[in-house]
């Protein structure tokens, strides 16, 4: 019987899109901030579903008593569903939308919030950690998803704990700990379609009574999902980490890791590729030949098909301590960490030729102290504090339009937080907490920005020459020209250059704020509503003029249930919510005083979303598990309003920007306003839904067999934010399945899997290019991939 259940609530941890109420080992009952002491008791079993403890607000507690939308991803789920970065989130928790942007900047977006992230001047819109160390950049948030505990997505604003860039929520990731007085450890394997070949293992030894070390890594292979070899994997990653207890009040964790992403990288496709073969990439002559047909009208010339071949070449390194003393007032934890990241990579995922060198160094440190979860009144207070330091070389070649530059970026940021709770009876408590952010950041760019216009008189210059793809030969081409048109080619064409230099400082300030009431309605219920606000700061870009934007904010209610009924059987929680979203930033190209072409960030206004999110997780049977979940989202842009350039050349009809909405030109015919007012955001679906289903058949003395199913559906919905037809999405289901063999004792598994059945193709992010309108590049999710896995433990 308690086999049975152990592996029927494995299924409610893997499958469900919200708070995970089941968990399938005994690790996941350990709170990331402590060090696992396997001679202490653990909790026990019950009957029926059981709990997981999280840490999304800075403590452990029951996921079931937590006051907050939280999904919760347990180690079990994450392997069957082959999620191995960032961009595979989507298919555990739904509500959260990843996409690749230029190769490897990830762009996350939390029921509709989100960025369009594409250079180091952008930062996130999601706060991304590991392990409470929070990763700056979004595109370091590779190389960790192995041997975890767990993965906690927190929807909504989380100004007060997380504070800046967590406007639409938070990502962490829960690495598995050392445990002490433990010898153990296990081996997966697992071989797949497309040549997918992985290893993952871990081991922990302990040393002494009071210490321990556990050493994971993972190596993946496996050949690319498009045509031409792109959408590959390749990586290695490890990670150490040692654990010591000098006392019963005091306890350390140091880690390190490193990891590798080579390969081609990320791939794409044109909309009129989709569905009609296996995923044709850029390099495929059949999007050569779109290429090709494609005529820019400024440069009076057609594009050439893309014949560069991409690499990866990035490393990401990091090391923190975390110290936890508990005192007669509560356990202090001290958090100081360092990553760097290197980024070496060429990559044309975006259907451009994307060159890009970065080092980014980051410090942080926490201090914060958090009293027993008990008494009348509960607190959580600190500081943290972050320097990031980045230097970066790229270059963007549209053929006819190209940027390339440096850019010298630092940010310092220093906040102090805190939480307060008043358990003011037994069953009613209110809580408040604040935090304020003093950022202050500089940059230094010296970048060059050229197009290639056509002057002729019937503006027809084919057969005209392009820019120089390299970088190197690009800079010393647009610094041989002055900033004015000149002759370039023999073929009418001329030469625009801009050669923006920028060297600013900020600062920006803010005080964020919580406020909420908690009920416990009965034995196994709870009733809460909140209200947070979060913000992310303004910053810079590359620009002639004024160079800077404004920080974004956003304001969120929530009035949530969570309950458990039928003896511990039935679990059903509720979730309703109301956003808004003030001074959001949206990155797009436009005009400069000059003519020039600049690729800039600017606040465009306000937007609103509510919905209601709901989740059912019924155990029918000792060996039948069922989970229902549910989200309905309404999601308008109530005043979206930005400039965008006129990309002809004088003489030349107007060039209307990349956008499905209403777009006017102005009177000196230089630059479109463009007003999306009214619109449904990008990445935001009205629904999304998603069914599972456990079966275990018992074998008695030879084991168990156990089913898995999952389908998930969505509904139409926009993957770029220009809100263009082609960059929509049509409603689809998808679905995923599973069988496994398990002998008693669990020492050993072997299962075979399939996901995506249908193959669908499924579109993650569109680009378009924003001077080629109507050209389109999209970016897809993974294919069907099936295999044979196995694990041993030991």
């Known amino acids: 019987m308690k086999a049975c259940l152990k592996t029927s609530v494995s299924l409610s941890v893997m499958m469900i899109a919200s708070p995970v109420w089941a968990q399938a080992s005994q690790d996941a009952k350990t709170p990331a901030s402590t060090v696992v002491d396997s001679t202490q008791p653990q909790e026990t079993t019950v009957a029926g579903l059981q709990d997981i403890i999280v840490t999304a607000q800075r403590r452990s507690e029951n996921l079931q008593n937590a006051a907050i939308a939280v999904t919760a991803v347990s180690s079990d789920q994450l392997i069957r569903s082959g999620v191995t970065d960032a961009t595979k989130l989507t298919a555990v928790a739904p509500s959260l939308q990843v996409g690749t942007v230029t190769g490897a900047y990830n762009s996350f977006y939390l029921r509709g919030v989100g960025n369009f992230a594409t250079t180091a001047l952008n930062d996130a819109a999601i706060a991304f950690s590991v392990d409470g160390v929070f990763i700056a950049r979004p595109s370091s948030s590779t190389g960790v998803f192995y041997d975890l505990e767990r993965i906690e997505v927190l929807k909504g604003p989380q100004g007060t704990l997380y504070g800046r860039n967590a406007t639409g929520g938070a990502i962490n990731i829960i690495t598995a700990k050392p445990k002490l007085g433990e010898f153990g450890g296990y081996l997966i394997g697992e071989y797949g379609n497309y040549d997918r070949r992985q290893l993952q293992a871990a081991i922990n030894v302990p040393v002494g009574n009071d210490g321990a070390v556990r050493v994971a890594g993972q190596v993946t292979r496996r050949d690319g999902f498009y045509s031409d070899g792109t959408g590959d994997e390749r990586s290695e990653a490890g990670r150490m980490q040692i654990a010591l207890r000098s006392s019963q009040s005091l306890r350390l964790r140091v880690s390190f890791d490193y990891s590798h992403q080579g390969g081609l990288g990320p791939g794409g496709t044109y ?67 360092y990553r760097r990241s290197e980024l070496d990579l060429l990559s044309i995922a975006s259907g451009l030729v994307n060159t890009q060198q970065e080092k980014d160094d980051q410090v942080s440190g926490e201090l914060r102290l958090a009293s027993p979860d008990r008494g009348l009144i509960r607190y959580l207070v600190g500081i943290y504090g972050i320097h990031e330091d980045i230097r970066s070389k790229y270059l963007f070649n549209e053929q006819y339009f190209g940027a390339n530059g440096t850019n010298n970026a630092n940010t310092d940021s220093i906040a102090a937080f805190g939480r307060l709770t008043f358990a003011l009876t037994d069953r009613f408590r209110i809580n408040a907490g604040a935090r304020y952010t003093v950022d202050r950041k500089s940059v230094m760019t010296d970048s060059y920005q050229a197009n290639v216009l056509c002057f002729s008189p019937n503006h027809l210059c084919i057969g005209g020459p392009s820019l120089p793809e390299d970088y190197g030969a690009f800079e010393q081409f647009a610094s041989a020209r002055p900033a004015f048109p000149t002759p370039f080619g023999t073929t009418g064409n001329f030469v625009s250059i801009t050669h923006p230099i920028v060297n600013a400082e900020r600062t920006f300030k803010k005080l964020t704020w919580r406020g909420g009431v908690e009920f416990d309605a009965g034995q196994r219920s709870l009733i809460y509503a909140t209200v947070e606000t979060g913000f992310k700061a303004g910053g810079f870009f590359s620009s002639i003029d004024d160079p800077t934007y404004q920080p974004e904010t956003i304001t969120a209610y929530t009035v949530g249930s969570k309950n458990r009924f039928l003896d511990n059987r039935l679990q059903l929680n509720l979730e309703a919510f109301y956003w808004d979203y003030r001074n959001q930033q949206v990155s797009t190209f436009r005009t400069n005083s000059i003519g020039g072409t600049e690729f800039v960030t600017q606040n465009v206004g306000k937007a609103r979303f509510y919905g209601l999110e709901a989740d059912a997780n019924i155990l029918a049977t000792p060996t039948t598990l069922l989970t229902v979940n549910a989200q309905y989202l309404n999601a308008r842009n109530t005043s979206f309003v930005y400039t965008s350039a006129n990309q002809s050349p004088p003489g030349s009809p107007p060039s209307p920007p990349a956008t499905g909405c209403p777009a006017t030109l102005s009177t000196d015919v230089r630059t479109y306003t463009v007003n999306c007012s009214g619109f449904t955001p990008a990445q935001a679906p009205k629904w999304l839904i998603t069914l599972g289903a456990q079966q275990t058949v018992e074998l008695g003395s030879a084991g168990k067999l156990v089913f898995n199913a999952q389908a998930r559906h969505q509904s139409r919905t926009f993957t770029g934010s220009e809100l263009l037809n082609s960059e929509i999405q049509r409603a689809y289901w998808i679905g995923d399945g599973e069988i496994s063999y398990h002998p008693v004792g669990d020492r050993f598994t072997i299962a075979a899997y399939v996901n995506n059945v249908t193959n669908k193709q499924i579109v993650a992010q569109s680009i378009p290019f924003p001077i080629y309108f109507p050209l389109v590049a999209q970016t897809l999710r993974p294919p069907r991939t099936y295999g044979v896995r196995a694990q041993v433990k030991f």
């Open 271 to 337: 909309p009129d590729l989709i569905n009609k073969d296996r995923q044709i990439g850029f390099l495929d002559p059949r999007a050569g030949a779109i290429a090709a047909s494609t005529f820019i009208g400024f440069a009076g010339n057609f594009l050439k098909p893309l014949t560069t071949r991409p690499y990866f070449n990035n490393r990401y390194y990091g090391a923190s301590v975390q110290a936890d003393l508990d005192t007669s007032i509560g356990t202090l934890t001290f958090l100081p960490a």
